[in-house]
């Protein structure tokens, strides 16, 4: 894959990127068991995707699944106060990871 420009990142978020993450957050990451809007994931996709751009420009490559995975766990620990579940954190970093491929590529 070609390195975007900063320009180039930031027509990817603004134009389409965030929205989807946050879709694809509250489809495939729901720690809230929320059925309502995906508004509440909000404040998660901004974190997520500082990890996707921010590394995906500095260094030329993508954030690890397992940077992904875990963010979902400290967020999923620290701010809502849940019960760790790492697989399911696993699966949402997987299916973020893949779409992010498919959508900046």
């Not at 404040?43 to 921010?54: C, P």
């Amino acid at each position: 894959m070609a390195a975007m420009s900063a320009g180039d990142w930031r027509a990817f978020w603004q134009v389409r990127g965030m929205r989807e993450l946050q879709l694809l957050l509250w489809a495939a990451w729901d720690p809230m068991d929320d059925d309502g809007s995906p508004g509440p994931y909000d404040g998660y996709a901004l974190r997520v995707a500082s990890l996707l751009g921010s590394r995906a420009s500095l260094l030329g490559s993508r954030a690890s699944r397992e940077a992904i995975a875990a963010e979902l766990s400290r967020i999923r620990r620290d701010e809502l106060g849940l019960e760790p579940d790492r697989a399911e954190d696993a699966r949402a970093a997987a299916k973020i990871t893949t779409w992010f491929e498919a959508a900046s590529g």
